[in-house]
């Protein structure tokens, strides 16, 4: 009786090796490479161009409405930033002097920040303030509050801002609304009548003053670097780069 | 009682090899079909067992990628005894073991730093043929249930009914035949695709689907 159980139990542990019966499988390795894909349109010309030829520029400004649209589309969490460059990271490049004389008050250092951007729609996703959403100030103005407008500049312009620099979108850090999500300005659904948080429209204006000293010039922590009469710009021909970096949120 | 002691050794073995085919394709309880591997059935793949996905260009994020018809399965099902042989086919997924087993391997360092990895009900399958078969034939799928070895019935175990080839109708045909005299229900093609959306991070992923066949009594 003990045998017939015996074999009966390895007849059973056998079975389960069984191979006379209908079992197949086959496999599919499915890979997914997702590529950090940034892209930024730019559909509005590279150039513009500022000629103040008569006195009620000077003291009016010049404004370019919409002189730039930025398109986005990002993969993933992005920042979107402009910072002024040129030859020293601080002032603009001055390519020819109108000037024949020799005036110690004839200045042709003039500070990048001089030149203000406003953006359409506002910074949804950094540090209120630290954007170009605030209107530009009037050109009379008792007392401006220089830098709120001006182009955040350095001589290293692919180093992200602080977070104490402006952003167009997003913020350095990645906390919690340091960063734009991932997304398509061909997606994105606006809010009725808003841009997206994918579409931007740039404003720029430059503000010379008289004298023309850009008394809107300043540093993002609002300290002035407006000229300081008797100072004035040296009349000539000048230029920068203002250049607008997308980046993964970082 | 030493006697009885090697009885409960051999049924616990038993018990653990049974249970080494716990993944969701495991041995069937009746032989009444032929063998896939070493008798006269066949399951045949006849395209490759790499499907890969890049997304590279902001249009693939926006639209998405299918790649259609990159599995096709064959069969040929031959029965034993007469009357009896019925089977069932599905898919499951699997991530090779990573955790959490909800999320797609990783299989390199990530490109990136935000987003989210990539989980498991994110492929979508479509399974299809000429007679419409499948259990959801032509529609995408996903693996709702979002865990390791979640199963999506093919052709499910119909409980006893079985259904023989030729009505091409939609039913779902579980008996025996063959894809070479019954091309349009015994022929299996799957589309893959993948929409990531935007709030993935950027990487390399892996997952398989494993497809079986088995005999249901």
Redesign the interface.
């Given at each position: 009786m003990k045998k017939i159980i015996l074999i009966v139990s390895f007849l059973g542990f056998f079975s389960a090796f069984s191979f006379g019966q209908l079992i197949d499988e086959k496999n599919v390795t499915v890979t997914m490479d997702l590529q950090p894909v940034l892209q930024l349109h730019m559909t509005t010309s590279d150039q513009v161009d500022f000629v103040f030829d008569d006195i009620r520029e000077y003291y009016g400004g010049i404004i370019k409405y919409a002189a730039t649209i930025l398109k986005v589309s990002s993969s993933v969490s992005w920042d979107l930033y402009a910072v002024g460059t040129s030859q020293n990271g601080t002032t603009w490049d001055q390519q020819m002097s109108y000037s024949t004389v020799v005036n110690p008050n004839s200045v042709s250092a003039l500070p990048l920040s001089l030149l203000e951007l406003h953006q359409y729609e506002a910074n949804a996703f950094g540090l209120a303030g630290f954007d170009y959403s605030e209107l530009f100030q009037a050109a009379n103005v008792a007392i401006p509050v220089t830098g709120q407008n001006s182009i955040y500049n350095s001589a290293t312009p692919y180093t992200a801002p602080l977070a104490t620099d402006k952003y167009i979108q997003g913020s350095a850090g990645t906390g919690l609304l340091l960063g734009a999500p991932g997304g398509s300005y061909l997606t994105a659904v606006p809010a009725a009548g808003a841009f997206s948080n994918y579409y931007f429209t740039i404003d720029y204006r430059i503000l010379p003053g008289l004298p023309a000293t850009f008394p809107m010039a300043g540093t993002s922590a609002l300290v002035s670097e407006a000229l300081v009469p008797p100072q004035y710009a040296e009349p000539g021909v000048y230029t920068m780069n203002a250049k607008y970096i997308l980046l993964e949120d970082q | 009682m030493k006697?009885y002691g090697?009885?409960i050794l051999?049924?616990i073995?038993?018990l653990l090899?049974?249970n080494t085919f716990s993944q969701p394709?495991s041995?069937?309880t009746?032989?009444n079909?032929?063998?896939?591997?070493?008798?006269t059935?066949k399951?045949l793949?006849s395209t490759p067992?790499?499907?890969?996905?890049?997304?590279?260009?902001?249009q693939k994020?926006?639209s998405g990628i299918t790649n259609s018809g990159?599995?096709q399965?064959r069969l040929k099902?031959d029965e034993i005894i007469a009357g009896n042989?019925k089977?069932k086919l599905m898919m499951y997924i699997d991530n090779n073991g990573y955790l959490p087993t909800n999320e797609?391997e990783q299989?390199i360092t990530p490109?990136?730093?935000?987003?989210n990895n990539?989980e498991l009900n994110l492929?979508q399958v479509k399974v299809y043929n000429g007679c419409g078969t499948p259990l959801s034939s032509g529609i995408f799928q996903t693996f709702t249930n979002n865990v390791n070895y979640d199963i999506l019935d093919i052709i499910p175990d119909l409980l006893g009914v079985r259904n023989m080839p030729g009505s091409c109708d939609g039913t779902n045909i579980n008996g025996p035949g063959s894809y070479l005299t019954n091309y349009n229900e015994y022929n299996f093609n799957?589309d893959?695709r993948?929409l990531?959306?935007?709030?993935?991070?950027?990487?390399?992923?892996?997952?398989?689907?494993?497809?079986?066949?088995?005999?249901v009594p």
């Open positions: - | 006697f090697k009885i051999l049924l073995v038993n090899a049974v394709c041995n069937p009746t032989s079909c032929a063998d896939a591997i070493a008798g059935s399951f793949m067992g790499n499907v890969n996905f890049t997304f590279d260009d902001m994020y926006v990159s599995t399965l099902v042989c089977w797609w299989v490109y990136g730093l935000s987003g990539p492929i799957i893959y993948i990531p959306g935007y709030a993935l991070k950027s990487g390399v992923y892996q997952i398989k689907i494993n497809f079986c066949l088995v005999e």
